[in-house]
């Protein structure tokens, strides 16, 4: 039977060289920054910014989910206002890179900072706000 006398309390000694230290989490890097956290967006160091290209032959459905997802996520990652106008222009170019008109990359924009508003609107309402949205979609 163990009991709490029996065990040798442990004696570990651990050495921090950095003490801003950082979490890379699905594709999130949170750390500490004057006492508060924050969020921003991670890529490896190896990342190419190789997205769909759009004078690729997939369909134009895909190509503008690829721009929606890279802004939303743009959008909604970064904790401060100044990391996501950085992140918003850093995926601007990675998006013009890949062969991406300016058009097609303000109109996604656009409808993100629609929504953005539109749920800033409609979030006092409680549970109803999902289904409002939701049926102001379609």
């Not at 990342?47 to 996520?73: E, Q």
């Not at 992140?87 to 097609?104: I, Q, R």
């Not at 109109?107 to 309402?125: A, G, H, P």
Request: positive net charge.
């Amino acid at each position: 039977k163990l009991s709490a006398s029996r065990l040798k309390p442990l004696k570990t000694k651990v050495k921090c060289a950095n003490l801003s230290l950082s979490l890379f989490f699905l594709e999130t890097l949170v750390s500490r920054n004057n006492g508060f956290s924050v969020i921003d967006v991670f890529r490896k160091p190896t990342h190419t910014d190789r997205y769909l290209n759009f004078n690729s032959h997939h369909d134009k459905k895909h190509k503008i989910c690829t721009t929606s997802t890279l802004l939303n996520r743009a959008f909604n990652l970064p904790s401060t206002t100044e990391r996501k106008s950085s992140e918003v222009n850093y995926v601007t170019n990675a998006l013009l890179a890949n062969g991406y008109p300016h058009a097609v990359i303000s109109k996604v924009l656009k409808t993100i900072k629609k929504e953005k508003i539109f749920l800033k609107i409609y979030s006092f309402t409680g549970g109803v706000s999902g289904y409002v949205f939701q049926f102001n979609r379609k």
